[in-house]
């Protein structure tokens, strides 16, 4: 009876409809199972909280025109009328819904479907006949979408995806909140639909990751994930100012959060995820106690929508730990430091960062690591503070490399290799066609995540804390949203 077909709207109102049902294949909804949640939607739109919610996205709609606010019969009589238009035959002789090829049995406009145009306009619609085609079940679905959705900032904020087992549990998620607003009842007896206090991308990944984590919890193995790429929408139909911000979490990207949730990786992506969220700021007169803080963003959630673009920025600030220049209230970016946080640091993470996101190939990461090591134990076994310091705090390629050359030329005259070997120096330093942007510091960054890893490990970094301090750069560029 129902099946997804690619469209936002439809494909969010068609898994709602199954979380509300409780079945995770659109083709094993029946008849009873649209009988029920058109009964809830019949009951629950027409009186608030959720009719206030639809303002945004069915205006001027039999569920919220101002019009029929005393007249609640009339509220009833089209809802009865639009959600359950299913149970009609085709009454649009030659025209099919533009969703699924089935008969049409309405003209959908604005007031039905979001941003389209409203019902006097003939302009974008087929044949040029006014309103959109839809079948009945379209109309069910489309209906269905905000309740499988969560309010934010004033908006609709729905997540689809390829993958329909996410989809679902994403709608499932929105759902049941609301339904619990609906059940909740304020001081004025009035059931209250409470905003998602938190930004959008920053609701997008930590519920994905919540999933995740609920996923891991029953059991459900990680090969059995299928690669996926997932889209929110932010949405608002409302009046004169109808607004859409897509964010948009790619194959790659979603692949390297699901993976980091695994047993490897896992306690080191907690604890920056954990380190990611805003800090609470001193009380003002008048303002919000500290005790009552709740964070709106995360850091480290937001700056992955930046990638692979800014990846050498994304690993210097998050695997490295290095501060950045903000003017947000709260970031905690601006208090990262290896003087503190250098157990923090994991190369296998940032491995499989490389390997995820940038498609670094696995050579170079080797080579990467394997570089790493023996200058770790070059430091180590000498003791080599200055040349951990220089190499740290270098600021320009060529004094990098006049580093690399002078250690290597004392490791010679001492009768043992040079620290690094023509292709190995190659391979990491001037090899880079993977990531955008790549350049010299992202070379050396990487090879300073797996030393401080290593030293850290070995307890060089705890007996000279002092060579941690924080190299004066000019790189790093002011870390706004």
Not at 132 to 156: E, M, N, Q, T, Y
Not at 437 to 454: F, G, K, N, Q, T
Request: proline content about 7%; overall charge negative; charged content about 25%.
């Amino acid at each position: 009876m129902l099946s997804y077909t690619g469209h936002p709207f439809y494909d969010v109102g068609v898994a709602t409809i199954c979380a509300f049902a409780e079945k995770r294949d659109p083709a094993t909804i029946t008849a009873a199972d649209l009988d029920s949640i058109v009964e809830y939607m019949a009951e629950h739109y027409i009186v608030n909280p959720l009719k206030s919610f639809l303002t945004v996205a069915f205006p001027d709609s039999g569920f919220t025109n101002p019009a029929f606010e005393k007249t609640p019969a009339k509220r009833l009589k089209y809802a009865n009328e639009v959600l359950n238009a299913w149970k009609r035959a085709g009454t649009k002789p030659g025209q099919r819904c533009v969703f699924t090829g089935e008969p049409a049995v309405f003209a959908a406009d604005r007031r039905h479907i979001p941003l389209i145009t409203g019902k006097s306009a003939v302009n974008f619609f087929p044949n040029g006949n006014a309103g959109l085609p839809v079948s009945g079940l379209a109309l069910v679905a489309i209906h269905a979408f905000p309740l499988g959705s969560a309010k934010i900032d004033g908006r609709l904020f729905l997540v689809h995806s390829d993958n329909p087992d996410i989809m679902y549990s994403f709608a499932k998620r929105f759902l049941k909140n609301n339904q619990r607003a609906v059940l909740a009842k304020g001081e004025d007896g009035v059931a209250s639909l409470q905003p998602e206090p938190r930004r959008p991308t920053t609701l997008l990944i930590d519920s994905l990751l919540s999933l995740e984590d609920e996923r891991q919890r029953r059991g459900e193995d990680y090969d059995k994930v299928e690669p996926m790429s997932i889209t929110a929408y932010h949405v608002s139909n409302f009046g004169q100012s109808p607004a859409l911000d897509m964010y948009h979490v790619p194959m790659e990207m979603s692949n390297f959060l699901i993976r980091a949730m695994t047993p490897p990786y896992r306690p080191a992506w907690d604890a920056l995820r954990a380190r990611g969220w805003q800090l609470s700021q001193p009380k003002r007169k008048g303002g919000t106690s500290p005790d009552a803080f709740e964070p709106t963003y995360n850091a480290l959630y937001e700056d992955l929508f930046r990638l692979p673009e800014e990846a050498p920025a994304f690993i210097r600030r998050y695997f490295l730990r290095r501060p950045s220049k903000t003017h947000r209230p709260g970031d905690p970016t601006s208090t990262y430091s290896l003087l503190t946080e250098a157990n923090l640091v994991s190369f296998a993470l940032t491995e499989l960062f490389l390997k995820e996101v940038t498609q670094m190939q696995q050579e170079r990461i080797d080579t990467i690591r394997s570089l790493g090591d023996v200058l770790a134990q070059h430091v180590m076994s000498e003791n080599d503070r200055k040349f951990f310091h220089s190499f740290m705090t270098a600021q320009r390629y060529d004094e990098l490399r006049a580093i690399l050359i002078k250690a290597s030329t004392a490791q010679i005259r001492s009768g043992r290799p040079p620290l690094i070997d023509f292709e190995s120096y190659i391979r990491v330093f001037e090899e880079g066609s993977e990531l955008p942007y790549s350049d010299w510091r992202l070379a050396r960054d990487l090879v300073l995540i797996r030393m401080i890893e290593r030293l850290h490990q070995m307890g060089w970094l705890q007996e000279h804390p002092d060579e941690l301090a924080e190299p004066a750069t000019n790189d790093e560029e002011d870390n706004e949203f």
